[in-house]
């Protein structure tokens, strides 16, 4: 019976995480307080051995230790601690809990359903034409035309276009490993209701994201994909022309985003020359930035992060840091690779969407950092938890061989 209500509740917390930070944050700790009674009623600890426990063994604490760096260590640890407390468990609850292919394909289900209602009201925002312009999410001198960028439940286009590239990726690689026709064409479906959300977030850096996607799939899948290179500026072209104008200012030095986060760069650079081993301290970005302004020069701005995921992580843990969370995400990585060759065709399908998923994450890292949302970052550690429960279901069919 406990077995049944913790799977309910990490099935819950997949359903709910695009949708309340809140109310997965109490669904996650349902289940964490159940797998502890469990293991209370056993007399035993239930924790399976990942291939990864020494990496993420690591990465908090180096992450902890670069506290003591921070501006405001209260603030620091109060971050620390809450945040590292929601991405440990959700990775160490999925991978002790889910033991089976059907508990896996019942928890992807959840993550697609969950999908679905945020692009219906992406699609709400849309149409009721919601006016962002008081928002500063485009600059309207270079972009006049633009008045709309939904964000469904993620509150930034930029994070529901990061959220709608992970799940188009899974998408694409489920319908790759499906046999029935019906069950194909309904996730055909659902892929081009998330393709069309995501040319509504007018998000450049989730654009640019989507071909590494399309490159994953290319090389790894078919050849047949390579098409879709050139299909997509085609319909940017004659499908929204304000979507094509929007693509061709990634190479305008003008654009005011583009200067904006070179002169970020070079801010978290000098930061990281600072202070190279732990860096200005766990979420302490925002705190440090006002000693590093050299763009702004405006006191009262907040910058939250560097709009860099590497060099964010670099600037607040320190390199050491940052080089155990790309060894943590190249590591998953990997074993996606893997199980390309050695799983089942429903799983090898699961795990092309995932590393495609992964593959967009670190691209669109470089201009951009989603990983700074509490949501996000919960996505990223389900889909590395996801990568350990495949590895282990199929190492166990192995084994039966």
């Not at 312009?133 to 270079?142: C, G, I, K, P």
């Not at 732990?278 to 910058?303: C, K, M, S």
Request: charged share 10%; net charge positive.
């Amino acid at each position: 019976m406990i077995d049944l209500i913790i799977e309910h509740c990490i099935m819950a917390v997949a359903f709910f995480l695009p949708l309340s930070l809140n109310v997965t944050s109490v669904l996650l700790a349902a289940g964490g307080f159940f797998w502890l009674l469990k293991m209370i009623m056993a007399k035993s600890i239930f924790s399976q051995r990942t291939l990864f426990d020494g990496l993420i063994v690591f990465y908090v604490i180096w992450s902890g230790l670069s506290i003591t760096n921070s501006p405001d260590t209260d603030f620091s640890s109060y971050n620390y601690y809450q945040l590292f407390g929601r991405y440990v468990l959700i990775y160490y609850l999925i991978v002790n809990n889910i033991q089976s292919q059907e508990q896996l394909k019942r928890l992807v289900k959840s993550m697609m359903i969950s999908a679905i209602l945020v692009v219906m009201y992406g699609f709400y925002q849309y149409t009721q034409g919601m006016d962002i312009s008081t928002l500063e999410w485009v600059d309207d001198h270079q972009f006049p035309e633009i008045k709309i960028r939904v964000f469904s439940t993620l509150h930034n286009p930029n994070l529901l276009a990061g959220f709608l590239v992970i799940m188009s990726a899974i998408i694409a690689g489920l319908s790759c490993g499906v046999q029935k026709i019906r069950h194909r064409v309904l996730l055909y479906g659902l892929l081009l209701m998330l393709a069309a959300c995501l040319l509504f977030t007018y998000s450049r850096g989730a654009w640019v994201s989507i071909l590494a996607v399309i490159v994953i799939f290319s090389l790894l899948y078919s050849r047949k994909f390579f098409w879709l290179l050139l299909l997509i500026p085609l319909l940017l072209l004659y499908g929204q022309h304000n979507a094509w104008e929007r693509v061709l200012s990634i190479f305008n030095p003008t654009d005011t985003s583009a200067s904006m986060r070179m002169a970020l760069w070079e801010s978290t650079m000098a930061m990281i020359m600072d202070k190279p081993w732990f860096g200005v301290g766990w979420g302490a970005y925002w705190l440090a930035y006002p000693q590093y302004d050299f763009y702004i020069h405006n006191a009262e701005t907040t910058i939250f992060h560097a709009h860099n995921m590497y060099l964010g992580l670099a600037a607040e843990i320190g390199i050491p840091g940052l080089l155990s969370f790309l060894a943590i995400l190249c590591g998953h990585m990997l074993l996606t690779f893997k199980l390309l060759r050695q799983g089942s065709k429903w799983m090898a399908g699961l795990m092309l969407g995932i590393l495609a998923a992964l593959a967009s994450l670190a691209v669109g890292g470089i201009t951009d950092y989603i990983l700074f949302n509490i949501q996000m970052s919960m996505l990223f550690w389900l889909l590395l938890a996801i990568v350990t429960v495949a590895w282990q279901l199929e190492k166990r069919q192995w084994k039966r061989r």
